[in-house]
């Protein structure tokens, strides 16, 4: 995020009292990534939530559906990920989005997509709530081919370490927060899933998991969905919030560089922009 500060005077009776205006020239962006069979209309309620905190939100639809339902046979794990780095780039590229704070929430599908994004773009923040795991070998074939081969899920219930997984490798790599959310009673993302990607952040600033007691995959409880929402808020608003303190702190210390201690307010300082990454 950039802040711009600029000192000005405040006309007081018959006086005028110096201040300093800090105002945000670089807001966070939020990218929501939908799980296989999904679509993103199943964000717009998380990404409603986002924007409450001062955050730009996409959500785009995976060839493969809704509009590109089409292609469902298909559409492999290259194009996908094509599409996710294109909706990434239409979200970095905009004049008021920050580019150095994304965060980019993945589910299922979506968040073994989200977690191979790292090694090809920026992403400040990665949240993966159920993140699939695929092996690497046929990575051309078509998807729908992954979910029908038959030891899929004894590759899911074992320990795969970060170098031999593609998606847990760049994990490995990460070096952003990240935010872990497992399903109880998920049959689909089994636990040693979540281990083995929880395993993987070994670089990360700080990892946090959250466990939604007796939820199954597709959240079908709405308790459950209301709590994952609450668990992805509170901790986007961790993140943001914690981002703009550090950002107006290095503006503030950066101009205390600039500016003497005993020098007047009558000249006036220009205003400054400066960049902070967290």
Excluded at 22 to 33: A, M, N, R, S, Y
Excluded at 231 to 245: F, H
Excluded at 253 to 261: D, G, I, N, Q
Aim: glycine share 6%; charged share 20%.
């Amino acid at each position: 995020m950039e802040v711009k500060l600029s000192t000005l005077q405040i006309p007081v009776q018959d006086a005028e009292v110096g201040a300093t205006l800090l105002t945000p020239t670089g807001i966070p962006g939020v990218l929501f990534v939908h799980g296989w069979g999904g679509k993103q209309q199943h964000n717009l309620v998380r990404a409603r939530e986002a924007v409450g905190l001062g955050c730009v939100c996409l959500t785009f639809d995976l060839r493969g559906h809704e509009g590109w339902v089409s292609m469902r046979e298909t559409v492999t794990r290259p194009q996908n990920l094509a599409d996710i780095i294109a909706a990434y780039d239409h979200l970095a590229s905009l004049p008021y989005v920050d580019p150095g704070a994304i965060a980019v929430v993945g589910l299922s599908y979506g968040g073994y997509l989200s977690a191979l994004l790292t090694r090809e773009r920026h992403v400040a923040w990665l949240a993966l709530r159920s993140p699939a795991l695929y092996r690497d070998a046929h990575w051309d074939a078509p998807k729908v081919a992954l979910n029908r081969e038959p030891d899929l899920m004894d590759y899911r219930r074992s320990e795969v370490a970060a170098s031999e997984n593609r998606a847990l490798a760049a994990c490995a790599q990460y070096e952003g927060d990240v935010l872990l959310v497992e399903a109880e009673c998920d049959t689909i993302v089994p636990h040693q899933v979540m281990r083995n990607y929880a395993n993987a952040f070994s670089r990360a600033r700080s990892v946090t998991s959250r466990l939604l007691r007796g939820a199954d995959h597709a959240l079908t409880v709405k308790e459950h969905q209301q709590a994952y929402t609450r668990y992805l808020i509170d901790w986007l608003t961790e993140m943001v919030v914690g981002r703009r303190v550090d950002v107006a702190s290095e503006v503030v210390a950066e101009r205390k560089r600039f500016v003497h201690p005993s020098a007047g307010h009558k000249e006036g300082v220009p205003p400054m922009q400066l960049r902070a990454n967290r």
